[in-house]
C-alpha cells in the first residue's frame, strides 16, 4: 500500500516505513512510565491503602512492552510481570536490562514473544497494560484480541491502555484499528470507566515526523 497523499509518514510497524522498531526503541530508552500506567498503580494502591494495606503488589500483562519502559516501573514496584511483545528484538532488548536482571532471575519477570493473533495470556491477571499497542491489531482480529484480553482479567482487575481515532493520520493505513469516540466508548461500556481522556492534535511522532493525533487514554475496571 502506498502512502497517501497528505498522510503523515507510515507507521513503523508499515512494510514500507523507512523505520524500524530499532530507531523506535533507541528513542524510548530511558523514557518514564506511561501515566496510564501510573493512573492504575495509584487506584490500586487507594484500595490496599482502604484495606489498611502498605501497597497492593498484583500480577501484571505488559502487552507490547517494547523496550521496557513500563515494564521496569511495575518490577520496581514490587510485581510479578508477563512482558509481552510480537517483535523478537524488544523482548532481547528488555531481557539485556540491567534494572530487570534481578527480577529475572527471581522469576517474577517472564517474557513472551507473541503476536497478537497468537496470544495465549494466563487467567486471573490483575492487570492488562496495553501502552499504545493496540492500534497496531489489523481490524479483522481485534474483536478476538480484545475478547482474549477481556476473559484473561480477574473480576476487580484494570487495563489501560490507548486507542486511536479515527481522525488520527494514520487512519489512512487499513492494517491498523482505529475507532470513533461512540466505538472507544462501547467497546470499554461493560466495564467501570475510571479514566476516559480523548486527545486531537497535530503533532510530531517519536521519530520526529509530523502526524496528526487523535488518541483515547484510558484506565478501566472490570
Given at each position: 500500500m502506498a502512502n497517501p497523499p497528505n498522510a503523515a509518514p507510515l507507521p513503523v510497524s508499515h512494510?514500507?516505513?523507512?523505520?524500524?522498531?530499532s530507531d523506535y526503541y533507541d528513542l524510548m530508552a530511558g523514557r518514564p512510565p506511561r501515566e496510564t500506567l501510573l493512573r492504575s498503580l495509584s487506584l490500586f494502591d487507594a484500595e490496599a491503602k482502604e484495606a489498611r494495606v502498605e501497597r497492593f503488589v498484583g500480577y501484571?500483562?505488559?502487552?507490547?512492552?517494547?523496550?521496557?519502559?513500563?515494564?521496569?516501573?511495575?518490577?520496581r514496584r514490587g510485581w510479578r510481570v508477563l512482558a509481552v511483545d510480537g517483535e523478537p528484538e524488544a523482548i532481547a532488548r528488555l531481557q539485556s536490562r540491567p534494572d530487570l536482571?534481578?527480577?529475572?532471575?527471581?522469576?517474577?519477570?517472564?517474557?513472551?514473544?507473541q503476536r497478537f493473533e497468537q496470544l495465549i495470556l494466563p487467567a486471573d491477571l490483575d492487570l492488562i497494560?496495553?501502552?499504545?499497542?493496540?492500534?497496531?491489531?489489523?481490524?479483522?482480529?481485534?474483536?478476538a484480541l480484545?475478547?482474549?484480553l477481556t476473559h484473561a482479567l480477574r473480576p476487580g482487575g484494570r487495563m489501560c491502555g490507548q486507542l486511536f481515532g479515527d481522525r488520527?493520520?494514520?487512519a489512512a493505513y487499513d492494517h491498523m484499528t482505529h475507532l470513533t469516540r461512540p466505538q472507544a466508548e462501547a467497546l470499554l461500556q461493560s466495564f467501570t470507566i475510571e479514566q476516559f481522556e480523548e486527545e486531537a492534535h497535530p503533532g510530531t511522532t517519536a521519530l520526529g515526523e509530523a502526524k496528526f493525533w487523535h488518541i483515547f487514554h484510558w484506565v478501566i475496571r472490570k
Open positions: 512494510p514500507d516505513s523507512p523505520h524500524t522498531w501484571a500483562v505488559d502487552l507490547g512492552c517494547g523496550e521496557g519502559r513500563d515494564t521496569v516501573e511495575l518490577v536482571q534481578a527480577a529475572l532471575a527471581e522469576l517474577r519477570l517472564e517474557t513472551h514473544v497494560n496495553a501502552s499504545f499497542c493496540l492500534p497496531f491489531c489489523p481490524p479483522d482480529q481485534f474483536p480484545w475478547q482474549t488520527d493520520s494514520w
